[in-house]
T-cell receptor, first 113, second 115 residues
């Protein structure tokens, strides 16, 4: 079945450091890919998405590119802030429509001054 | 965005009792709502898909008689954990799919602790 694999956390960075959170997926067909963020005490929020190969999703300085050849959707940010501290989930919806999300395990990011 | 609320945010109950969790879409209509369970340091596990006015569809391995789901209106779905046991302790999250654009919005979750 479909699956998403994320790097284990926590990831601890200093403010203004470069962030990469790796995500790879296994799915048949052409899934849509997502990154969700969960701030402490809040629900998951959609951070960005990409629906086809080579698409780049971007939002709030975060970017991720849908790489079909490597089945990856790594999340990057050039300069993190303390306010970016949260848990980040990579997810997919398999091709063909539908709304069922398959999530990775989540990666906790801690940004320190 | 759109807002989904859950009530209660946390609940502690005795083993053998039943607990109801509400999920409401506050500013949009959700024809579909999902219920997830999140274990510590684990992914969100989809439990069931709830469609307004019809029976919920449960994922493999989820006991439908234990986790009763009702989606009575376009803005409300409820999850009832019947005869709860300590192993049911978990973080339960719901989401609603906005009818207009099919984007999914998540509630803040409910922490259930069964003693």
């Amino acid at each position: 079945g479909d699956s998403v694999t994320q790097m284990e956390g926590p990831v601890t960075l200093s403010e203004e450091a470069f962030l990469t959170i790796n995500c790879t997926y296994t799915a048949t067909g052409y899934p849509s890919l997502f990154w969700y963020v969960q701030y402490p005490g809040e629900g998951l929020q959609l951070l960005l998405k990409a629906t086809k190969a080579d698409d780049k999703g971007s939002n709030k300085g975060f970017e991720a590119t849908y790489r079909k050849e490597t089945t990856s959707f790594h999340l990057e940010k050039g300069s993190v802030q303390v306010s970016d501290s949260a848990v980040y989930f990579c997810a997919l919806i398999k091709g063909g429509g539908g709304n069922k999300l398959t999530f990775g395990t989540g990666t906790q990011l801690k940004v320190e001054l | 965005g759109a807002v989904v609320s859950q009530h209660p945010s946390r609940v502690i109950c005795k083993s053998g009792t039943s607990v109801k969790i509400e999920c409401r879409s506050l500013d949009f209509q959700a024809t579909t709502m999902f219920w997830y369970r999140q274990f510590p340091k684990k992914s969100l596990m989809l439990m069931a898909t709830s469609n307004e006015g019809s029976k919920a569809t449960y994922e493999q391995g989820v006991e439908k008689d234990k986790f009763l789901i009702n989606h009575a209106s376009l803005t409300l779905s409820t999850l009832t954990v019947t005869s709860a046991h300590p192993e049911d302790s978990s973080f339960y999250i719901c989401s609603g799919v906005k009818r207009e654009n099919r984007e999914q919005f998540f509630g803040p979750g409910t922490r259930l602790t069964v003693l």
